[in-house]
């Protein structure tokens, strides 16, 4: 309860500045907030099968992308923008149950190949079933009326209930038995099985739920930009920034990915869009980092603590006369 209680009290302040940002500042700012948004989704569903289970999956961006394509097929066939959302959404899901039943059974290293492999796979169907994706010139969706101020604002709220949602959810897992069975995978997952946890049921259940966000993530992301390509939905870049940012944050946390996420989007907007032809070198060298040198993220850091302790309690030294 003291790890939910101390992550609201930052949490809540931001959700509010994020919300009151299209009346505070401009466009571009508004921009920003929203990728925050739907960064800390992703990070948060990428923490249910990498964070709480321990399964180094690479398959968010496969999530991403089929979202994107499922929302994008549905809009030009005619069906309403949330609907189709929707309905992407249960696609995504139907498609995880479906590859985690067969995928999970592998371990490791064995199981980041294969979860990496399938963002590849669905990146060549994309780009070769040119008559149902259109092929490598993508497809265009109706643009969004209103005027891109409007638009953002819209996207941003829509993202933002997005993000308070997979929040929602994280809690939920967290406190349920649910959670308590994904940790015990994470520490052991043969001693897991023989305590009782239905090991399989548990796995696919997690790697469901890191894939149905990331779904509609892609479906809203494609609305947004009202374009989308094999390349750019299937974006191997994008499998690679999603850990960073649950780990930069703290991995198997419940706010961590969130906090994460917010910190990349500053990283990214400083640093790496003056280097992008060194993106992924970049994200690599951040990984390496994180592993080594801050395991437990940001929020399990020694300095974030002493900073919290200093924040919750009152000092006994200047109580003293």
Request: proline share 4%; aromatic share 12%.
């Amino acid at each position: 309860m003291n790890s939910l209680r101390s992550g609201l009290m930052w949490f809540v302040p931001l959700t509010v500045l994020l919300a009151l940002t299209p009346f505070i500042s401009n466009n571009y700012i508004v921009q920003q907030a929203t990728f925050v948004c739907m960064y800390a989704t992703l990070a948060l569903s990428w923490n249910f099968m990498g964070g709480y289970t321990g399964y180094p999956s690479f398959s968010t961006s496969a999530f991403i992308g089929l979202g994107a394509y499922a929302g994008a097929i549905l809009q030009n066939g005619g069906v309403p923008m949330v609907l189709a959302w929707v309905i992407a959404t249960g696609v995504t899901g139907l498609f995880a149950a479906c590859l985690g039943y067969a995928i999970l059974r592998m371990k490791g290293h064995y199981f980041a190949i294969g979860s990496i492999s399938i963002v590849e796979i669905l990146r060549l169907i994309a780009a070769s079933w040119s008559s149902f994706t259109g092929g490598g010139e993508g497809l265009n969706l109706p643009i969004f009326r209103g005027g891109p101020e409007y638009a953002g604002m819209v996207f941003l709220y829509a993202f933002l209930v997005l993000m308070l949602v997979a929040v929602l959810a994280t809690v939920l897992v967290d406190r349920s038995r649910l959670g308590f069975g994904l940790r015990c995978i994470e520490q052991n997952e043969d001693a897991a099985d023989m305590v009782g946890v239905n090991v399989n049921a548990s796995k696919i259940a997690a790697f469901v739920l890191s894939a149905i966000f990331c779904g509609t993530a892609g479906a809203m992301s494609a609305s947004w930009v009202s374009y989308i390509s094999p390349p750019d939905a299937f974006s191997i870049v994008m499998t690679l920034k999603v850990p960073v940012m649950a780990m930069l944050g703290g991995a198997g946390t419940m706010f961590g990915p969130v906090f994460g996420a917010l910190v990349f989007v500053v990283i990214e907007q400083s640093v790496l869009s003056r280097f992008l032809d060194y993106n992924q070198a970049i994200l690599g060298l951040i990984i390496v980092f994180l592993i080594f040198f801050l395991p437990g993220g940001l929020l399990r850091s020694t300095l974030f603590k002493q900073f919290k302790q200093r924040i919750l309690t009152k000092d006994p030294q200047e109580s003293k006369p």
